[in-house]
């Protein structure tokens, strides 16, 4: 992935994280306003649905890009790299086929939105085309994300040598290096005296 992907998918994960903060306040100011003093902000849920959906779309990607996305690899983990790819790959592409999908019946959902000028049926009578485009927009780039990844593993598949290569690229991080790696960012924040 380049540097310039990273960092709007970097940033766009900040947007979301800030997204359900605000929701998390919001929620809080409609829960006690209802509570003690009998009045509601109004469309609290709908927005929440949005920052859900949205949300979600962008953890897609961010969770993809890091190889942090959930697999259970009792068996893969001790297979030979060959293996590894292969099934790695397979599991990529069967991933590919079902984000494609979804991708579609998005497309096909927002389209439909845009020609009927649907409107939530809230109180916001909101525009139904502005959150299923921000959600297909993220979808879309999870497609190009992963269909991206697949070009590279299978060139590196079709070289010799390669099936190392495509392994570590499609493999998630080991429990034991991604232990390795939280002991060490605590051990810094120890020495920079920020975690006493």
Not at 158 to 167: F, I, L, S, Y
Request: hydrophobic share 55%; with cysteine; glycine share 8%.
């Amino acid at each position: 992935m380049g540097r310039a992907m990273n960092k709007i998918i970097d940033g766009l994960s900040i947007a979301a994280g800030m997204a359900f903060v605000a929701l998390a306040l919001i929620t809080t100011v409609e829960v006690i306003g209802r509570k003690f003093f009998n009045f509601s902000l109004q469309g609290v849920d709908e927005m929440g649905g949005y920052v859900y959906a949205i949300g979600s779309a962008i953890g897609f990607v961010a969770a993809y890009t890091a190889n942090i996305h959930i697999r259970v690899d009792l068996i893969v983990s001790r297979l030979p790299v060959s293996a590894r790819a292969v099934l790695n790959l397979a599991s990529h592409v069967l991933l590919a086929c079902f984000i494609l999908f979804l991708t579609w019946r998005a497309t096909a959902q927002f389209l439909d939105s845009w020609h009927l000028g649907a409107l939530a049926p809230t109180p916001l009578r909101t525009p139904l085309v502005f959150p299923q485009g921000i959600w297909l927009a993220m979808l879309v780039l999870f497609c190009v994300v992963l269909i991206a990844k697949l070009g590279v593993a299978v060139k590196l598949l079709t070289q010799p040598g390669g099936a190392e290569a495509a392994a570590r690229l499609l493999d998630i991080a080991p429990a034991t290096e991604e232990l390795e790696t939280e002991l060490a960012s605590l051990r810094q924040r120890r020495s920079d005296g920020v975690d006493r």
